[in-house]
């Protein structure tokens, strides 16, 4: 059985730092592509940052810049280092594993306030 467990919200003050992680078990990780989205309140989960399994990265326009996805595929770990958080990066961050069907993980909630 294919589980992912994110971990790493919290609240943050504009500026600063969080990395998230995502642990997979029940799959062979190193395989599948991986990626990190997001949903706020109000709005539709959107994309925030992919991996392959080759390593290849692509982000959001929004996060560029600022978020670095990776992967450690003997941990079968997927991170999100979110850098110059902003308020409008608050949402709940879910890892999704592009298996041959799509797994999620619970979410993390990510509050960025003063």
């Known amino acids: 059985q294919v589980q992912l467990v994110e971990s790493g919200g919290g609240l943050v003050q504009p500026g600063g730092s969080l990395r998230l992680s995502c642990v997979v078990s029940?799959?062979?990780?190193?395989?599948?592509?991986m990626g990190w989205y997001r949903q706020a309140p109000g709005k539709q989960r959107e994309s925030v940052a992919r991996i392959t399994s080759l390593h290849i990265t692509n982000y959001a326009d929004s996060v560029k810049g600022r978020f670095t996805i990776s992967r450690d595929n003997t941990k079968k770990t997927l991170y999100l280092q979110m850098n110059s958080l902003k308020p409008e990066d608050t949402a709940v961050y879910y890892c999704n594993l592009e298996e041959a069907v799509d797994y999620w993980g619970q979410g993390t909630q990510v509050t960025v306030s003063s």
């Open positions: 029940g799959s062979i990780f190193s395989l599948y592509a």
